[in-house]
């Protein structure tokens, strides 16, 4: 079955320090992949996504690559900020699975001044 | 409402007792998805809805829980005779269905602990 296997945390940083949280998968198919975000007390919410190999999904600085050759979705940011403290969730819905997600177990970022 | 609503927000039951968790989707949203966050274990996939019909619930971990949608909307999720092990965060979310790329819309989510 479909599984998402990313690192664990806690993740602490130190502000403008450069971001990497690995994410791999394992899909029977092709599948979407995504980061969902949880700030502090906030719901979960869609921080990026890539539907295709080679895909690049951004936003609000961060990144992530849909590479089918690793299987993974690694997601970075060049400069962190306090305010990207969060839960960061991998991903994956595929064909078949009714946009069911599969997620990973999450990694806290830290971001301290 | 403009987001996803649950209710309530906090329940502390004891073991034992049954519950009741809802979900209000996004007005039009015609998918519907359960999942629990527990403590250091991720997002675990309930149950998923299109309309009123539940084309996979191979999610729900016993026949203690059960859940069901009303008219396309409102859903609400019971659990049976609750467990110390059923304590955890569930989470409903809501899409307007269009295929695997679609994302999914988070409720704040019921906060269960069960004595």
């Known amino acids: 079955g479909d599984s998402v296997t990313q690192m664990e945390g806690p993740v602490t940083l130190s502000e403008e320090a450069f971001l990497t949280i690995n994410c791999t998968y394992t899909?029977?198919?092709?599948?979407?992949l995504f980061w969902y975000v949880q700030y502090p007390g906030e719901g979960l919410q869609l921080l990026l996504k890539?539907?295709?190999?080679?895909d690049k999904g951004s936003n609000k600085g961060f990144e992530a690559t849909y590479r089918k050759e690793t299987t993974s979705f690694h997601l970075e940011k060049g400069s962190v900020q306090v305010s990207d403290s969060a839960v960061y969730f991998c991903?994956?819905?595929?064909?078949?699975?009714?946009?069911?997600?599969?997620f990973g177990t999450g990694t806290q970022l830290k971001v301290e001044l | 409402g403009a987001g996803v609503s649950q209710s309530p927000s906090n329940k502390v039951t004891e073991k034992g007792k049954d519950v009741e968790l809802r979900c209000d989707p996004i007005?039009?949203?015609?998918?519907l998805y359960w999942y629990r966050q527990s403590l250091g274990q991720g997002l675990e996939f309930l149950i998923y809805f299109q309309g009123n019909s539940a084309p996979d619930k191979s999610g729900l971990p016993s026949d203690r829980f059960s859940a069901e949608r009303t008219g396309g909307s409102v859903s609400t999720l019971t659990i049976q005779r609750t467990q110390q092990e059923d304590s955890a965060v569930y989470l409903c979310?809501?899409?307007?269905?269009?295929?695997?790329?679609?994302?999914?819309?988070f409720g704040s989510g019921t906060q269960l602990s069960v004595l």
């Open positions: 899909a029977t198919g092709y599948p979407s």
């Open positions: 890539a539907t295709k190999a080679d």
């Open positions: 979310a809501s899409s307007s269905y269009r295929g695997v790329s679609e994302k999914l819309f």
């Open positions: 007005s039009g949203h015609t998918a």
């Open positions: 991903a994956l819905s595929d064909y078949g699975g009714g946009n069911k997600l599969t």
